[in-house]
């Protein structure tokens, strides 16, 4: 259990942050900044808590992206969940969930109100839920990237195997990949080299990625969430930059392997199939969702209870879009901590621990404190 | 055949309440003030003023590593008196029993507000019970009050906390409200401990120092975080910066911690006591506590700026060298933890 604190060892850290400094110094001189992208929320947490950016070298920037799989569901999807919760059904969630806005309510109103709203750390926790009220259907709410689709996706042959029939999954799975596809290709974003998610890769693999390196010249570093992964990602990507390559490189390869993780991957291809899907903020991109085939319908909450998920209404003022997108910064939003705090939020990307906006308010730097 | 779980009827005022009060509450609390069960205790005190505080536990579940709720009541309602600066004498203490908690149970948690309330040299002085039919509690629910002698010596007053004060922690952090969230997600084996305990010892030994002790807190509910931010809220000249690398963290902690990704610093102690001083009696008052069981961890936290954008904020210095601000904790979902 201790081999974590080398990845946070303070003067490790602090010689890095300072080799960054005089790299950037020696080679951004000119004006000439970059802007990196950090594609998974769980960076966007790690360099808010360790007051990453405060630490970086002038000219070097870090926006995020759309990595925080709460803040991408739609509106539409939570009406549907709060519906199914309204008609007596079970709901089993992660806890981020609960306090999303859909439409008109979040699934912690519809609890109030008497929904039956259980939250787990667990995906197998709904095993036992399921297996213990046998007379009632059971639906957990089945989002996330890649990461989080493995041990969910994972439950359909788990409840087959136990015999567990009320068990449904009420799916909006969706995949990386595809989403940097549409920023790369979005005229307004100039992104100099992405960071790429950590556990994503350690399903997908890291060669997921050498299309952006090989094709559009984005130079791609993987690293792991700890403090000292974050900042030899950064140099990674900085010394790419300055010697002109552009390559796929694996940091995080105490995880993260070239394939990936074979017994997922296969399992997606057993048990799902692509489709298009909305994305809060981005809207519809191609084949960037996953979704249970039809051999497995009967696991299929949609299709199980016949709802169908909409695309909902969001606030008006909201700049999640935006935020998701990169292309703002949480506090230019004017809503932020004014009006949208994580105790009263207005977007989903307040809600999440992973959020932007929630990463940006809870670990706010000495500097941005004005706000 | 007796019945092994606790009965409706144990509430009831006849017979089988007797029974209750005999076997749960007699013959382990009997022999001080409860001797003949009065309806109230007389308690002779030396001192002029008393220092009194109560608290409700109904933590779930009621074990948990480290302790069980019966420790954590006694515990509870002791530090508060003990850092409020009261030496503390008696406990009351009230139980509340669903119809059908194992007397297994019962048992093992009031011998352990036996034990606690010895080993802390306190005496349960008066009682009750009640017993809810099933459904109406989570097993067992228990109050305890708590009064204490005003120690003369103590001078406490937020409000004479001033830049350049040092903050001190005596122990490591966080561990009973990880503790608990572990033995939630089962995950307790080899994980963390709860710290449960009476900080008394602790109090006692920076009472040399009193003069130049300004404050004092448990931080329970909310953990460091919380009662830090309470420190400045409002403060227009002074502000707090803690050192996020030397905070005192078990490792089972923090692994847990890290795997639920909870911050320790929000997270609740049942042990530990949080001590701002003038900076020239820190190092004597670690000196103190560092000799005391389980003071081996006390650490030195950070301590109070006059730095302008610091004002009633408390910021961490992280490992890269930057700084974040450590806020009020939100309303998070976490279950019941005291
Ligand atoms: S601050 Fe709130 S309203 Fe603004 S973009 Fe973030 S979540 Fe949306």
Redesign the pocket.
């Known amino acids: 259990m201790k081999y974590i604190e080398g990845f946070r060892e303070p003067r490790a850290a602090r010689a890095l942050v300072e080799k960054l400094r005089l790299l950037g110094q020696s080679s951004l001189k000119d004006g000439n900044g970059v802007t990196f992208m950090e594609v998974c929320g769980s960076h966007t947490m790690a360099i808010a808590r360790y007051a990453i950016r405060e630490a970086l070298p002038e000219g070097v920037a870090l926006v995020s992206g759309p990595g925080c799989p709460v803040c991408v569901t739609p509106a539409g999807y939570l009406d549907a969940a709060i519906e199914l919760a309204r008609q007596g059904v079970i709901m089993i969630s992660f806890g981020d969930m609960l306090h999303v806005p859909g439409s008109r309510s979040s699934l912690a109103r519809a609890r109030a109100a008497g929904g039956d709203i259980r939250v787990v750390y667990s995906a197998l926790d709904a095993l036992q839920i399921a297996a213990a009220e046998p007379q009632r259907e059971c639906v957990f709410l089945a989002i996330g990237f890649e990461t989080t689709t493995a041990p969910v996706a994972g439950l359909v042959p788990l409840a087959d195997e136990r015999k567990i029939g009320n068990l449904s999954l009420l799916t909006s799975f969706k995949t990386i990949p595809p989403a940097m596809d549409a920023l790369i290709a979005d005229p307004e974003l100039r992104i100099d080299g992405f960071m790429c998610p950590a556990h994503v890769s350690a399903i997908i693999g890291a060669d997921a990625y050498l299309p952006y390196a090989r094709q559009h010249g984005i130079p791609c570093v993987v690293a792991g969430f700890e403090p000292l992964d974050i900042l030899l990602g950064i140099e990674g990507l900085l010394r790419q930059i300055i010697e002109g390559r552009a390559e796929v490189e694996n940091q995080y390869s105490r995880v993260v392997t070239a394939g990936g993780n074979r017994r997922a991957q296969v399992l997606f291809q057993r048990l799902l199939e692509p489709e298009d899907a909305l994305w809060r903020g981005l809207g519809v991109i191609p084949a960037s969702g996953l979704r249970l085939k039809k051999a497995y319908s009967s696991r299929d909450a949609a299709v199980r209870f016949g709802v169908t998920i909409g695309p909902g209404v969001e ?1 008006a ?4 879009g ?2 998701i997108k990169g292309k ?1 910064n ?1 506090a230019a ?5 004014k ?2 705090t994580p105790d009263d ?7 999440s621990a992973e ?3 929630a990463a940006a ?1 809870k670990f706010r730097d000495i500097r941005q404190h004005a706000y | 055949m007796k019945p092994d779980t606790v009965q409706l009827g144990h509430g009831g005022g006849g017979r089988l309440s007797r029974e209750l009060i005999n076997m749960a509450v007699v013959s382990r609390f009997g022999d001080g003030p409860l001797r003949g069960l009065p309806d109230a205790a007389t308690l002779s005190a030396n001192s002029g003023e008393v220092v009194f505080s109560t608290d409700s536990f109904v933590v779930s579940p009621l074990e948990f590593p480290g302790g069980n709720i019966g420790h954590l009541a006694v515990h509870g309602s002791i530090n508060d008196v003990a850092v409020a600066g009261g030496w503390p004498r008696w406990l009351s203490l009230a139980l509340i029993l669903e119809e059908g908690l194992p007397f297994a149970v019962l048992d093992r948690v009031l011998d352990a507000v036996r034990d606690a309330a010895a080993k802390a040299d306190v005496v349960v002085a008066t009682g009750d019970t009640k017993v809810v039919e099933r459904g109406k509690c989570d097993g067992l629910y228990i109050n305890t009050a708590c009064i204490g002698e005003r120690v003369e010596d103590w001078r406490l007053d937020a409000a004479a906390v001033r830049p350049g004060d040092v903050i001190l922690i005596s122990g490591t952090l966080g561990d009973h409200g990880m503790a608990i969230m572990a033995a939630r997600n089962g995950m307790a084996a080899g994980g963390p401990v709860s710290d449960c305990a009476s900080v008394y010892p602790f109090v006692d030994a920076a009472l040399p120092y009193a003069a130049e002790v300004r404050f004092m807190r448990d931080p329970t509910r909310g953990g460091v975080a919380a009662v830090l931010n309470e420190m400045v809220e409002g403060a227009t000249s002074a502000g707090i910066e803690i050192d996020e690398t030397c905070l005192p963290l078990a490792p089972g902690t923090q692994a847990v911690a890290d795997m639920l990704g909870l911050d320790p610093l929000y997270a609740a102690c049942e042990g530990r006591v949080l001590l701002v001083c003038a900076a020239g009696a820190a190092d004597a008052i670690l000196g103190a506590w560092s000799k005391l069981p389980g003071g081996a961890q006390a650490a030195r936290l950070g301590h109070v700026s006059a730095e302008a954008p610091l004002a009633g904020l408390v910021a961490a210095l992280t490992v890269t060298g930057g700084r974040r601000i450590v806020d009020l904790p939100g309303g998070e979902i976490l279950p019941r933890i005291c």
């Open positions: 606030h003022a909201c700049c999640c935006d935020v703002l949480p939003c004017p809503l932020f901590a009006v949208c939020p207005v977007g989903p990307c307040m809600v959020g932007s906006c308010y």
